[in-house]
């Protein structure tokens, strides 16, 4: 089914949580990952030499954080994929990650298997929001 290797760079201040998706991802057939990141710095220095298909990023963390990393690499690089994983499970955030350019948001907590697949989607030049977050952007879109 893979016709090649989704490159995945993943970028969290958190080693321990870079581990566990890095174990993740390693088990499924088409996703590696070619670099990690502990901050949103050292993930706009390492993009461009890395140039991963792409990137899996917290935006809660020390430093200047996701949403400005997420500024950074668009301007250098207006057709990077990156998708959000975040701990913060409301649409607020969502709304602003969508809004400041990247192409998907995910919750922590979702199963592993929604991972990969909102990984797949984005390097498909998709958008992918967590069921429940998509819920909420509904809603709050048609209460105004």
Do not use: W
């Not at 090649?4 to 760079?9: A, E, H, L, P, R």
């Not at 890095?22 to 070619?34: A, F, N, P, Y």
């Not at 030049?125 to 909420?136: D, H, R, S, V, W």
């Amino acid at each position: 089914m893979a016709i090649g290797n989704i490159n995945v760079m993943l970028v969290d201040d958190h080693a321990v949580v870079r581990m566990g998706f890095r174990l993740l991802l390693e088990g499924s057939s088409d996703i590696r990952v070619v670099a990690e990141s502990d901050s949103g710095e050292d993930a706009c220095r390492k993009y461009p030499e890395v140039r991963p298909d792409v990137v899996v990023m917290d935006i809660s963390m020390p430093g200047i954080g996701g949403l400005e990393a997420i500024d950074r690499i668009l301007a250098r690089n207006p057709a990077a994929r990156i998708l959000v994983l975040s701990a913060h499970e409301d649409a607020m955030h969502a709304r602003r990650v969508l809004k400041a350019g990247a192409a998907g948001y995910l919750t922590k907590r979702s199963a592993a298997e929604a991972l990969m697949q909102a990984i797949r989607q984005v390097h498909q030049g998709k958008t992918f929001l967590e069921p429940e977050i998509a819920q909420q952007l509904a809603m709050q879109q048609l209460n105004g």
